[in-house]
């Protein structure tokens, strides 16, 4: 997910896409463990998407 769509978005909605992405990094390392996932470059994107929502929830509440 891009940076500035991101920014867009409530720090509730910035909540429940961290909760998913990290679910969903979760399945992706469950996956790569028993060699089911093709994409292991997915894992890379996902941990830097909960990078980019951790970064906007700290900047957020600093400004709060």
Known sequence: MEFRELKKKSIRELNKLLVEYREKLRALRFKD???QLKNVREIRETRKTIARILT????KKDNN
């Open 33 to 35: 463990a028993n060699k």
């Open 56 to 59: 906007l929830l700290n900047s």
